[in-house]
């Protein structure tokens, strides 16, 4: 079953603008992970956060979780045309050993 | 870094066949191993957990006898969809549980097209 949902479903910028993407869950989990895919292809890592972490960066990244919510957010800055692709939250729950995905965003940059 | 090979890439096979899709482990061996199905513009969804030398363990509304689902060896599980049909069209992508880190790495994906 899909854990959790993203918003915005689809979201399109300008190059050099920032991306905010967001992910609920449901329930109790180990960590948050985030990936990106680009069309018909297979998933990047970008980043894990645990439970007990409340950001995290990665170059342009900046990843946030708020486990009172059953939120994070991911951040692009200063976003280039070659972001443009689908990124979607997965969780860790603390009671099974498989990644659950969201609902994912397409994000697009237009040059 | 750890890579985790699908083969094939793509494959169309007429209805009412069968066709294997395989996911290795290259360097580093793998007890648990993961099956997702995503259709176009959607989510991955986990169909199964295959486990190294014993049965899988299917998620809810997923046919086991249609997904078949093999895992003889820490480096290679294998999904079988048999008596295919259009409907089972999709991207299918596999992960693998690395044994020593516990970190999961994710296959290219295997596009199937049933005609």
């Known amino acids: 079953s899909q854990q959790g949902e993203e918003d915005p479903q689809a979201l399109s910028i300008q190059e050099g603008e920032n991306a905010t993407m967001n992910c609920s869950y449901k329930t109790s989990i180990n960590n948050l992970q985030w990936y990106r895919q680009n069309s018909g292809r297979g998933l990047v890592h970008l980043i894990l956060i645990r439970s007990n972490e409340r950001e995290k960066h990665s170059g342009r990244l900046r990843v946030t979780l708020d486990t009172s919510k059953k939120s994070s957010s991911l951040l692009i800055t200063a976003s280039r045309a070659a972001d443009t692709a689908s990124y979607f939250c997965a969780t860790m729950d603390t009671g099974r050993r498989a990644l659950t995905f969201g609902s994912g965003t397409r994000l697009q940059v237009q040059p | 870094g750890a890579v985790v090979s699908q083969h094939p890439s793509r494959v169309i096979c007429k209805s009412g066949t069968s066709v294997k899709i395989e996911c290795r482990s290259l360097?580093?061996?793998?007890?648990?191993m993961f099956w997702y199905r995503q259709f176009p513009k959607k989510s991955l969804m986990l169909m199964a957990t295959s486990n190294e030398g014993s049965k899988a363990t299917y998620e809810q509304g997923v046919e086991k006898d249609k997904f078949l689902i093999n895992h003889a060896s820490l480096t290679l599980s294998t999904l079988t969809v048999t008596s295919a049909h259009p409907e089972d069209s999709s991207f299918y992508i596999c992960s693998a549980r690395e044994n020593s880190g516990n970190t999961i790495y994710f296959g290219e994906g295997s596009w199937l097209t049933v005609v």
């Open positions: 360097d580093f061996q793998a007890t648990t």
